[in-house]
């Protein structure tokens, strides 16, 4: 009997698994209340950021982010920023708060979701799966995961590596869709 139930229970195990086995997957709430499946952003590179607006890294990488949206997105290529105050209490506004400000003071265009957890029980299942797929948990804020177009994990950076540091990489990674799409034509 308690092998029955062990194998049942590695069953269940393996099909949660495999459900939710990419990044993609996932449904998140976006900045408005809205509950967005990340299965829209497939098919492209992502790099995702864990955001706060009164960091010492915010003017920087709020502007290299959006650069990086005006110049590879948003066909090839998106920032989806996951504002977080887990770190210094450094996002305490609102979610309509935070959307305000980073679209008047930086212009932000990219995605923009709910205020959560990255770390720690309460740590969001996006944020659970990037951590688990890297080994590399977020100590602060503007940790950067970059996803590759089916929604796994290529890479993590904490907020010391400026976005201009990994943006190669990406250019690199979006240069390798064009040239399959122009060989799929």
């Known amino acids: 009997m308690y092998f029955v139930v062990l194998v049942l229970i590695l069953l269940v195990s393996n099909l949660f698994e495999c459900k939710q086995k990419d990044f993609y997957t996932f449904k998140v709430v976006n900045s408005r209340g809205k509950l967005v499946s990340l299965e829209k952003y497939r098919g492209s590179v992502s790099l995702v950021v864990n955001v706060a607006s009164e960091c010492g890294y915010t003017e920087e990488h709020y502007t290299d982010l959006q650069q990086l949206q005006r110049d590879f997105g948003p066909y090839h290529f998106n920032v989806l920023a996951f504002p977080c105050n887990q770190f210094g209490q450094q996002e305490p506004g609102s979610d309509k708060e935070i959307d305000s400000f980073v679209r008047r003071v930086y212009g932000v265009t990219f995605p923009l979701f709910s205020k959560i957890a990255v770390v720690g029980t309460g740590a969001n299942n996006a944020f659970k ?5 890297s080994g590399k948990q977020p100590d602060w804020n503007f940790w950067k995961y970059l996803i590759d177009v089916n929604g796994k994990v290529v890479n993590a950076w904490g907020p010391n ?3 201009k540091e990994i ?3 990406i250019a690199e990674m979006i240069r390798q869709i064009i040239l399959k799409k122009k060989v799929e034509l």
């Open 161 to 163: 590596t400026s976005v």
């Open 129 to 133: 799966y990037l951590v688990e797929s």
């Open 167 to 169: 943006r190669p990489q």
